[in-house]
């Protein structure tokens, strides 16, 4: 189950040698709204990789500090480093084939660590 964070928490939550997955979204969005119990199932699937929620009303300046131009977006992290990012909407399957592909591309970070539970 992912989680919403505050930028308070961003900073050790990004440097962490953990793959993180950031999903920038808004309760006004419909697409964030059809997005949130995909991305919640998925993270269930993925126990080596955290799963956050930034609501961009709430958090405005981590949505200007990455760019945040439409959402949703889900951003990857790791180390502080950006590695990946998904931009829409996508049906469970096709955001599980995704999540792969950023993991699989990963930094060295993730390199004694299993995809899937």
Known sequence: MSTDIKSSEWNSLI????????????PWCPYCM??????????R?????KFVKVNVGEESELATRYGIQ???VIKFF???KEVGEI???LP???LKKE???????????????????
Do not use: H
């Open 99 to 117: 999540i792969e592909n950023i993991y699989k591309n990963a930094p060295n970070c993730l390199a004694n660590t299993s995809l899937m539970k």
């Open 70 to 72: 439409g959402i949703p």
């Open 15 to 26: 440097l962490d040698k953990q793959l993180l997955a950031a999903d920038f979204w808004a």
């Open 87 to 89: 931009v829409g909407y």
């Open 45 to 49: 699937d993925y126990e080596n990789i």
């Open 34 to 43: 059809r997005l949130k119990p995909v991305f919640d199932s998925v993270a």
């Open 92 to 94: 469970q399957d096709a």
């Open 78 to 80: 790791c180390e502080g």
